[in-house]
């Protein structure tokens, strides 16, 4: 059966007794999908001086953590070996953000987490605090107080402006082997994820640069030296890398990492809609009742051909569209109905959790 999976490890040990190694774990049920998203156009890569795979490594290394997490599970209680509760430690990747001792993961790798330790590139270990984390994007932000010797932090590319077929490199500590590079190309744009919390996550990334269990958080980087993705989840028949590994964009780290350090938390703007990609602009296959759409007199069976005076010609432009505002912003909606073009202005609320 094929699974798309999160690419976290985790072990279980009760108080007295460990109980294996680092044994993956995929949830099971988990209902985190990809769909393939038409392209309907892109913008040129951006003219850049390129670096080998070794330059990207050796630029970056320093600046990609290996991070490990331990929380509580709770046993069930079967006689003689349940009951009671057990120490969970994950293990993932992250990638320092500033100087300021700010890190970039995953929201699966530090959800529940009682205790975050953060382990450098030269083995030194340092506690960490969780500034904030957002699960409808699969964006968390840690802190560490450590020297400002130890920070050397990555900087964001455009993803915006990326080719399928440029080169990319994965750096991170799949299966707790710190420091592992593997290098690909994009594979694809504009693929769609689910979020821990089944929220979209748009115009992801897909690669066939090798990312296993252990990666998850750990920066994607374009041969400029700069990070372009988050990786999160790959598509698997066995479990392991099968070439299909896929990212969180860097454009979309950019805007949460800045709401979460800014203020612990992300509010996203919300349009409630359902929508389909249609010949002619995004079908709107629902309009919820007492929502911002609904309140604009937006109707089921329109179609939105512009938002905000840019044009829009599929699902996924839609709804990096609205990603891009906040709650309480307006924006014009241009759609058609009956062959007529209208357009209203919507005051966007806050997505419901």
């Known amino acids: 059966m094929r699974r798309i999976i999160p690419l976290f490890i985790v072990a279980l040990a009760s108080a007295a007794l460990a109980v294996g190694a680092f044994a993956l774990v995929s949830p099971g049920g988990s209902k985190t999908v990809v769909r393939q998203v038409a392209v309907t156009g892109g913008s040129p890569a951006a003219a850049t001086s390129n670096l080998s795979v070794t330059g990207v490594y050796n630029d970056a290394r320093k600046g990609v953590v290996e991070i490990t997490v331990k929380s509580t599970a709770t046993g069930n209680n079967d006689f003689p070996f349940g009951g009671g509760s057990q120490t969970q430690q994950a293990l993932g990747s992250g990638f320092v953000y500033d100087g300021n001792g700010h890190i970039v993961t995953n929201q699966h790798v530090v959800d529940g987490a009682q205790s975050i330790s953060v382990r450098f590139w030269n083995g030194a ?13 699969d964006i968390a932000v840690i802190k560490v107080a450590a020297p400002a010797s130890m920070l050397h932090p ?68 374009a041969l400029d030296g700069k990070v372009i993705g988050v990786n999160a989840q790959i598509e698997s028949d066995s479990g392991g890398s099968d070439g299909v590994g896929f990212a969180i964009p860097a454009n979309t780290v950019r805007s949460i990492a800045s709401q979460l350090i800014g203020t612990g938390s992300v509010k996203h703007a919300y349009l409630g809609v359902g929508i ?47 990603d891009a505002k906040k709650p309480g912003d307006r ?16 005051t966007l609320a806050e997505r419901p959790s």
């Not at 994009?186 to 269990?213: G, K």
């Not at 995004?282 to 005076?309: C, H």
């Not at 924006?331 to 209203?344: F, K, P, Q």
């Open 125 to 137: 270990t340092y506690r960490a605090t969780l500034v904030g984390s957002d699960p409808s994007t």
């Open 154 to 221: 990555l900087g964001l590319g455009d993803s915006g402006s990326l080719q399928v077929g440029q080169g990319v490199v994965a750096i991170g500590s799949p299966f707790g082997l710190q420091e592992t590079v593997t290098a690909g190309i994009v594979s694809a744009l504009h693929r769609e994820m689910t979020a821990p919390n089944n929220v979209t996550i748009a115009d992801s990334i897909q690669t066939d640069a090798a990312i296993n269990h252990g990666n998850s958080g750990g920066p994607l980087l």
């Open 276 to 322: 389909a990609s249609a010949s002619n602009g995004v079908r709107l296959t629902q309009v919820r009742p007492s929502t911002p759409a609904a309140q604009a007199g937006l109707q089921s069976g329109d179609v939105v051909t512009a938002v905000g005076g840019r044009q829009v010609r599929a699902a996924d432009e839609l709804g990096t569209a609205i």
């Open 331 to 346: 924006v014009t909606i241009t759609y058609t109905r009956n062959g007529a073009s209208h357009t209203v202005t919507v």
